[in-house]
């Protein structure tokens, strides 16, 4: 167990290389911080966080920088989520309320993160087997011919075409509009089946066909956009920290390409925190390529239930709270966003 003085040293050695990309040493600490000790004070503390793990000497004759695992005690222990600014909350809310749909909201939370992390950011949309049904409408497009569209919970629209077995009359539509609408809205997409399975029973003869017809494509619906998507924004802001990155940067870029890396990522943070922050700090990341990174992430939704993922990916050389907190308001209005959609 350190010290509380060495916790300050910890801290302050993290602030200091964070913000100077320069190996920190004993003198500079008491010279920037008021921590109440002598410089050979500080080195004693320097020698014992270095025996323990918590900071390496990259070079014989230069100062400390944090390891993987003094970040780590640095995100549990030491760093507070940093508040935004009024302006910048302002900012925030009036860049993300201008969406149209929900594309838009994705496209925008993208742009928007890594503009403020000046990370990498990753969003991942709202998955259709964690969402519930908003409204299903029917449009006639010919006697024989409807549309479906879906819209869920999270403002996601799908929209299928439907050829019936044989021309259906508008009040027929009507009828199966208000009966569908009636029993699905409100509910998860995998108790659809069992909620929709007699309703053909309930139509005249010459009708049924036609209502599982529409039956049919509207739980192929609910089940195939199965696929995960998400959308990456600012990878050029690695370029910013090239000598964060042992020998290349190829490896973190090639990891970045990989959807299915980030996607398991994002499914780990969800897994480990729910609706909550989660940090994973260099080799925690169990992807080889992306073992000198750290992945800021946290779960977000219209209600206390995330539905999806969002964060970023940048170097451990990273202001942890600056980023946990831009992660976490961005989040906080999306999910206000897709409430009110």
Same mark, same amino acid.
């Given at each position: 167990?350190?010290?509380?003085?060495? /916790?300050?040293?910890?801290? #302050?050695? &993290? @602030?200091?290389?964070?913000? $100077?990309?320069?190996? !920190?040493?004993?003198?500079? +600490?008491?010279?920037?911080?008021?921590?109440?000790?002598?410089?050979?004070?500080?080195?004693?503390?320097?020698?014992?966080?270095?025996?323990?793990?918590?900071?390496?000497?990259?070079?014989?004759?230069?100062?400390?920088?944090?390891?993987?695992?003094?970040?780590?005690?640095?995100?549990?222990?030491?760093?507070?989520?940093?508040?935004?600014?009024?302006?910048?909350?302002?900012?925030?809310?009036?860049?993300?309320?201008?969406?149209?749909?929900?594309?838009?909201?994705?496209?925008?939370?993208?742009?928007?993160?890594?503009? /403020?992390?000046?990370?990498? #950011?990753? &969003? @991942?949309?709202?998955?259709? $087997?964690?969402?519930? !049904?908003?409204?299903?409408? +029917?449009?006639?497009?010919?006697?024989?011919?409807?549309?479906?569209?879906?819209?869920?919970?999270?403002?996601?629209?799908?929209?299928?075409?439907?050829?019936?077995?044989?021309?259906?009359?508008?009040?027929?539509?009507?009828?199966?509009?208000?009966?569908?609408?009636?029993?699905?809205?409100?509910?998860?997409?995998?108790?659809?089946?069992?909620?929709?399975?007699?309703?053909?029973?309930?139509?005249?003869?010459?009708?049924?066909?036609?209502?599982?017809?529409?039956?049919?494509?509207?739980?192929?619906?609910?089940?195939?956009?199965?696929?995960?998507?998400?959308?990456?924004?600012?990878?050029?802001?690695?370029?910013?920290?090239?000598?964060?990155?042992? +020998?290349?940067?190829?490896?973190?870029?090639?990891?970045?390409?990989?959807?299915?890396?980030?996607?398991?990522?994002?499914?780990?943070?969800?897994?480990?925190?729910?609706?909550?922050?989660?940090?994973?700090?260099?080799?925690?990341?169990?992807?080889?390529?992306?073992?000198?990174?750290?992945?800021?992430?946290?779960?977000?939704?219209?209600?206390?239930?995330?539905?999806?993922?969002?964060?970023?990916?940048?170097?451990?050389?990273?202001?942890?709270?600056?980023?946990?907190?831009?992660?976490?308001?961005?989040?906080?209005?999306?999910?206000?966003?897709?409430?009110?959609?």
């Amino acid at each position: 167990m350190l010290s509380e003085r060495r /916790l300050e040293v910890l801290r #302050a050695i &993290v @602030q200091d290389y964070v913000g $100077t990309e320069e190996p !920190v040493g004993s003198k500079a +600490l008491t010279e920037r911080h008021k921590l109440g000790v002598s410089p050979a004070t500080v080195r004693n503390d320097m020698a014992v966080l270095e025996e323990e793990g918590f900071i390496a000497q990259p070079h014989t004759s230069a100062g400390r920088i944090p390891t993987d695992k003094g970040y780590r005690l640095f995100v549990d222990k030491l760093a507070g989520v940093k508040p935004l600014s009024s302006p910048e909350r302002r900012a925030i809310q009036n860049f993300l309320d201008g969406a149209v749909d929900l594309d838009d909201v994705v496209g925008r939370t993208v742009r928007l993160l890594a503009q /403020l992390t000046r990370q990498v #950011a990753v &969003v @991942q949309y709202p998955s259709l $087997t964690r969402s519930t !049904v908003r409204h299903v409408e +029917l449009l006639s497009l010919a006697p024989a011919r409807l549309m479906l569209v879906l819209i869920t919970d999270t403002g996601r629209v799908e929209q299928r075409m439907i050829d019936c077995p044989a021309p259906f009359a508008e009040s027929s539509l009507a009828d199966l509009r208000a009966r569908l609408n009636s029993r699905v809205v409100g509910r998860r997409f995998a108790d659809v089946p069992q909620l929709v399975q007699d309703l053909p029973d309930s139509f005249e003869a010459e009708d049924r066909g036609t209502v599982s017809t529409v039956l049919s494509t509207l739980l192929e619906t609910l089940v195939e956009e199965t696929e995960e998507r998400l959308v990456i924004g600012g990878t050029a802001n690695l370029t910013r920290f090239g000598h964060d990155f042992p +020998l290349t940067i190829r490896p973190v870029l090639e990891a970045l390409e990989e959807h299915v890396v980030l996607l398991k990522l994002l499914g780990e943070a969800k897994e480990a925190g729910g609706m909550g922050m989660t940090v994973k700090i260099g080799h925690e990341n169990a992807h080889e390529g992306l073992n000198s990174t750290s992945v800021v992430a946290v779960g977000y939704g219209s209600g206390d239930e995330a539905v999806a993922k969002l964060g970023v990916v940048g170097p451990t050389r990273m202001d942890y709270p600056g980023t946990m907190g831009a992660v976490r308001a961005v989040a906080r209005y999306v999910g206000q966003i897709l409430a009110e959609s």
